[in-house]
């Protein structure tokens, strides 16, 4: 079950504190398999449990002469557990046993949040998308009126894309949740295989089938793409917010609370910095991505040119997708959807936009589809350039029913509850 936490806590995830505490959870999950195995006694085991801490500070100075963060780690908790039981500590690992298997368990608490948060936008939309169902508006291609649509299907395609982003994250979840306990180089020279299988249990976490000291870093690059891709999803329905918000054709609003203001000088101003501010942010969670697959080329069993990087990219991620998750949730819940204007666009130029339906009703009354064509981009483009009213144009080519018919909404209405029933609305 995915419990929610703030975005105050998925820092908290990623903060030194933390770190360490995760180390502490798999040592002592390796602590606990060698009691399982009947090396450590049970005696040993629970006084460690009971006293193996660290304190921060302690390891920033041991850190400062030995300059290891692992060692200084397992230093300040040694000191803790005393010498009788510290060298049952550490015993057969490497640091990145530790640094790995610590890591995966932060990805892991670090997306919970992020599916919660999902979870939250993908249920606006589905509300967005039902009470917009019937709303006419533009369709557009090229930023160009195209075709009628409602709102509610045009909702439908961000909802999609959501919901792949969901099993796309979820699939990556799953793939980066995985720990090795498997020594130097990966060859359990010191260690049994059976008690990385055992910790990792304990810890509810797979086994790599290979970890060469480390854990490849496709995986991670992998789970950094879902979260790109989730990202870029955010910022399509930004842009989409942003164009239609823009004063030429005002169809939307983002929420505009009492009290706020849009520009130092300009009174009349509001601007949907909102979805610009997550516009921004994706290009940061994108351009973590290519650091991410910088990372997956290392020196052969290892090397450290990839830590440096992860200790910034992933808690930037995963932070930001938390945030920008919240702010999209509360654009989609505000948004204002001014219908009014929506007809009014629909209606530009005399209803240039109904020209396709126009063009396939003069063909079925015999005309070939190259005249038929020649006549209605004609009238249409005649309409546009000079600011007139394609329908009237067209009333010398169609008789009045003839133009009720081409220019009548319903046969644009006519499959929207099909595709609505496709996403169970």
Same mark, same amino acid.
């Given at each position: ?136 508006? &533009? =369709?557009?291609?090229?930023? /160009?009126?195209? %075709?009628? $649509?409602?709102?509610?299907?045009? @909702? #439908? *395609? ?26 130097? &180089? =990966?060859?359990?020279?010191? /260690?049994?295989? %059976?008690? $990385?299988?055992?910790?990792?249990? @304990? #810890? *509810? ?221």
């Amino acid at each position: 079950m995915i419990t929610r936490y703030s975005r105050e806590e998925i820092s908290n995830i990623w903060t030194q504190q933390s770190k360490f505490s995760y180390y502490l959870k798999v040592e002592l999950a390796v602590v606990e398999a060698y009691n399982k195995m009947g090396v450590v006694s049970n005696e040993a085991l629970e006084h460690i449990k009971k006293t193996a801490k660290f304190d921060l500070k302690r390891i920033d100075e041991i850190e400062k002469v030995v300059q290891h963060d692992v060692i200084a780690f397992l230093t300040s908790v040694n000191e803790n557990v005393g010498e009788k039981y510290s060298g049952l500590i550490h015993m057969g690992l490497t640091s990145s046993d530790v640094i790995d298997t610590a890591f995966a368990l932060q990805i892991i608490d670090s997306t919970k949040i992020i599916l919660d948060d999902l979870d939250k936008v993908i249920s606006s939309l589905k509300n967005l998308a039902k009470k917009t169902k019937y709303t006419l508006c &533009v =369709g557009r291609s090229h930023g /160009i009126g195209a %075709e009628v $649509e409602t709102f509610g299907f045009k @909702i #439908l *395609n961000h909802l999609e894309m959501f919901n792949r982003a969901k099993e796309r994250l979820l699939f990556a979840l799953n793939e980066v949740s995985m720990g090795q306990i498997s020594g130097p &180089v =990966g060859t359990y020279s010191n /260690i049994d295989p %059976e008690i $990385e299988k055992l910790a990792l249990e @304990i #810890l *509810n976490l797979k086994p790599a089938k290979i970890s060469t000291q480390i854990i490849a870093r496709d995986v991670h690059a992998n789970y950094m793409a879902a979260l790109a891709i989730l990202a870029s999803c955010i910022e399509n329905f930004a842009v989409e917010v942003r164009h239609l918000q823009r004063w030429e054709v005002a169809e939307v609003e983002e929420g505009f609370s009492k009290g706020q203001k849009g520009s130092s000088a300009m009174p009349h101003k509001k601007n949907p910095v909102k979805s610009e501010n997550l516009t921004g942010l994706a290009r940061v969670v994108r351009g973590n991505l290519t650091a991410s697959m910088e990372d997956i080329v290392l020196w052969h069993e290892r090397d450290i040119s990839h830590s440096s990087v992860e200790r910034v990219i992933f808690p930037d991620s995963t932070i930001l997708l938390d945030f920008m998750l919240s702010r999209l949730d509360g654009i989609i819940n505000n948004l204002v959807i001014k219908e009014q204007n929506m007809l009014l666009n629909l209606d530009k130029y005399g209803g240039i936009i109904f020209s396709q339906s126009c063009l396939l009703h003069l063909i079925k009354k015999g005309m070939t589809r190259e005249k038929a064509y020649e006549i209605v981009q004609k009238e249409a483009l005649d309409a546009f350039n000079n600011n007139g009213n394609f329908r009237e144009n067209m009333k010398q080519h169609l008789d009045n029913s003839d133009i009720e018919e081409c220019f009548s909404y319903k046969n644009y209405l006519k499959n929207i509850d099909t595709i609505f029933a496709r996403f169970g609305l």
